[in-house]
């Protein structure tokens, strides 16, 4: 139990090249100079690619935040008093104003759905903020955990070390998406008729997304701990009697950015592929806003409302997208050496 | 070898690894090769081989093997003489050898190359005997091992068996001890002695250990910054050095003259950088003895590589006209001051 | 070796037993009212306190948990009776319950399941390596040129989209817009009835599936032989003489093997384990789908089930990938 999985079927990739299984090879480590973020900010600021990529998440990010404002803008929101003013029943649901039949609708710019007669702006809107509200959530969950147990493996090693490399392994063989597979029923069995459904349902999934989610970052500290511990500083720190903690946080710490950044940019398009991913299965968020479930319902209508579709899937595409090639370009900058 | 030239492209600019370099070695006798860590040692050796991916690297001027001429030759014809008539031992044994096939095996697939009329029989009862020659004891149990099964002195005489396994004219050791521990390397150059006696092949050795050169070699080129700086027989290279990088490295070699007294001391300072290399002579932003030279010749002029004091047998690349006095009376006393009281 | 194996294995063995635990427990604290699906299925939402209260009595809910999961371990190995609803029935082993929705031994609807299930994945993961190696050692050989950045970052690029939209937006045109005749019915027949509707039908599946992952195959493989081409054997190797071809093949591709089937045996290993996504978009009606159907209808025994199912197959193939690691690499398996 050892190597981490990639396949398709896992929603999404969170380790990047396959993991060097060969004891012996002389895998470059990270050269940490007088201050390598800089150095890597600088080189990111001049890649053409990481900076649009950048501003396309910064676009979502912008969306995301200012949700409401967005919506009043536009004069659209979440609500659909009457389904029947918007929608026609007996055209299989299809919006009475607007596309994909009668051209531009300003009251509803990116129309309204079938059958509900929901606002298509508002609901992707909203979809974008649960898409990055959770996978942000849930990025900061994993990192902590992830964080705080390749630490306390890394450094107080032993038996420590021993069990939580154990759970790393084992949590790395179960998928996350098996994992939401599993609670989904449990959660809807329990909570289905509670009035904070939506709620519930959006702490499992972030719950899920951690939980399954820290191994990488764990291992990628545990490994820099052990590196970093045989260093002269930290000896010569231990040697001068300083205390095993502030050692930590005076002297590790700074070194461990780079491969907090690293995880992070590998988890966040990890986990907003996977929101959407699971909302999709209709597993994920049922009972609120998400691209995902707007995908599930929009597959139906595809023929006669490709539109319908095309929203929230150029939505969570560019997102993921962006992100993910950030975050190439910025592991990239970090450590340039491992690809060329 | 005569006026190779290695440059590679980098994302600054071309660099020049092997700057105009010439040497000659004869079969049975022994070249030394001593330069600091990328002064190019490698590789031209490496060009000898035509080991150089010939997409990037631009290789210039001519290496003659046995008179073949290697520069441009073409990738098969290249090849037969790889391993055949060249063969070539690296540094770490231990990363040389494939991890994943036996020893034997290994030995074997190089045999076969060059003996494609050979059974896989032929080349194994081959590959053990060479494995006797180099004196890896029970070479019959030992031809089915693993490298990581051997120990690194071990391993290193299988690279050996390995590169003369065909008979070669030429045999390049790179650096073949500095990966060993501290006993095994006077085990390991007795051995190349042995062996080039009995196979009469010409073999240079790559190091940048003095005392090895002192040991083995009958000719001594050493490398400075991609150019050849002092070339000369050995004996009289290395009593009477007239560059004052060889004496920089002479300093800082432990116990060449068998002196208990000996001082080491470093070179100031670190190789330049081949995208930047100074302009005048490479080594005279670290030559402690370029003010003995007028004017500003040294920031200058690059050396040519010309005969010293004894003649043309022993070239060097300095503008120091007195080098070899200088070296008697200011260097040699500071390294090894109990060597000058014994030629008083 | 024969050390190291056993020693996985039972390693595998406490891992399982673990996860059956940990599933058993999750499945019997997880849901406040365990029976209620099983109750409103079978009474058409007529389900009240009375009966609510027979069902779970009937299913062991009122029993210790521990005797219950050995009854449910033994259920496994050598079947149990069951009391469902009115009657009580058999449950041949391997035992997972009965169905709520179907009212059927669950093993039983999932022996007919697995064989989409693993035609999806044993095809997928074909094309993973048929394509995704190849071409990438062909990248590594090739490294920098034009062709292979061109083709780095496009795999780039295809392997950042989420796997699920590639797939329905791949299906929704092929077979909802342009309807391509032999592509577009899509679905599972059992190879035993029909070899060429059975072909056709995970013709698409495959080939999505296979794409996808040969994207990710391809950077791998790159990689990997771009390491191994670096390696200080491979320049011995040359310096032997040995065809370049010798030297790629035998000397590079051998290295760069490893770490590509150690991802391999994992990733098809989810696959087995059941190609949710991939069935839920082509209709096929294997493991995953059915998981997926069982969630949606609160069938807590399939969904128990396959979760158990998955969890072994993919101890399984961690342990298969650390038996394969250990004899392709030597110097695991001698030491
Ligand atoms: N393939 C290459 N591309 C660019 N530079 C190279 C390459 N191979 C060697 N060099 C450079 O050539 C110089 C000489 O290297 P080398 O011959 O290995 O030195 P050494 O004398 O230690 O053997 C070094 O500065 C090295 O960086
Ligand atoms: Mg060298």
Redesign the pocket.
Known sequence: MSAQTAGPETLGHLSEEPPPVDPNSKQAKTITGKSPLRIAFGRLARDKIAVVCAAVVLFFVLVAVFAGAICSIFNVDTETVLATTRVDFLNNGLPLKGPPNHGFDPAHPFGVAPNTGNDNLAFWVYGCRTSLMIASIATLFASVLGVSLGLLAGFLGGPVDKIISFFTDFFLTVPFLLAALTIAPIVSQRFATSPHYARIQLIDLIVVLSVFGWMGIARLIRGEVLSLREREFIQAARVLGMPTRRILVKELLPNLVAPIVVSISLMLPAFVAAEAGLAFLGIGVTSGISWGQTINTASNFFEVYPLFLWEPLIGIVALVLALNLLGDAIRDALDPKTRR | MEDLTVR?P?EDGF?T?VHGLSYTVELGKTLGIV??????????SMAVLGL??NK??RITGSIRVGGTEVVGLSENRMRKLRGNQVAMIFQDALAALHPFYKIGGQLAEAYLVHHPSASKRDARRKAIEMLDRVGIPQPDRRVDDFPHQFSGGMRQRAMIAMGLINDPSLLIA?EPTTALDVTVPAQILDLLQDLQREFNSAVII?THDLGVIAEMADDVLV?YA?RAVEYGLGKELLTHPEMPYTWGLLSSVPDVTASTDSRLIPIPGNPPS?LSLPAGCSFHPRCVHSDKVPGDLCATTMPELSPGTRGPSHLKRCHLANADAVYQAEVLPEIAPDLVEETL | MFAYVVKRLIAGIVVVFMVSMAVFLLFWYGPNEPARPLCDQQTSNHCDTARLARYTENLGYNNPVLSEYGTFVKGIFVGRDMTIGTKTRPCPAPCFGYSYRTTVPVWGEMKTRLPATFSVAIGGASLYLLFGIPIGVAAARRRGTVADKALVSSFLVLSSIPYYLFALLTWLYLTVIFEIPFLSDTGYHPFTDNPAKWFSGLLLAWIVLGIFGCTQYTRYSRGAMIEALSEDYIRTAKAKGLPARTVVYKHGLRAALVPIVTIFGIDFGVLLAGTIFTERIFDIQGIGFWSLQAVTAKDLPVVEATALFSAVVLVVANLLVDVIYSVLDPRVRLS
């Open positions: 590679f980098t660099i690894a330069g600091e860590s990328g002064s190019g040692k490698s590789v031209s150089h991916d990037t690297a790179d790559i490398m991609g081949l």
